[in-house]
C-alpha cells in the first residue's frame, strides 16, 4: 500500500515538473524567438517523465 503512495507522489511531481518545463519553454519561443530551443525543451522533458515513470512503476 505504501508503495504505491510512493509511486503516486512521483508520477504528481514529475507532472508538475513537465508543467515546470513547458511554462519555461513557451517563455523561449515567445519571447526569446528560440522555436528550437523550446522544443527541444518540451520534447526532451516529456522523454524523461516517461521514462522515469516506467522505471518507477516497473520496480
Same mark, same amino acid.
Given at each position: 500500500?505504501?508503495?504505491?503512495?510512493?509511486?503516486?507522489?512521483?508520477?504528481?511531481?514529475?507532472?508538475?515538473?513537465? @508543467?515546470?518545463? $513547458?511554462?519555461? %519553454? !513557451?517563455?523561449? #519561443?515567445?519571447?526569446?524567438?528560440? &522555436?528550437?530551443?523550446? @522544443?527541444?525543451? $518540451?520534447?526532451? %522533458? !516529456?522523454?524523461? #517523465?516517461?521514462?522515469?515513470?516506467? &522505471?518507477?512503476?516497473?520496480?
Amino acid at each position: 500500500m505504501l508503495n504505491i503512495v510512493y509511486h503516486i507522489l512521483f508520477l504528481l511531481f514529475s507532472i508538475y515538473i513537465l @508543467i515546470e518545463s $513547458i511554462v519555461y %519553454s !513557451i517563455y523561449e #519561443i515567445k519571447n526569446e524567438k528560440n &522555436v528550437f530551443g523550446g @522544443i527541444c525543451v $518540451i520534447a526532451f %522533458s !516529456i522523454f524523461c #517523465i516517461i521514462f522515469c515513470n516506467i &522505471v518507477v512503476w516497473m520496480h
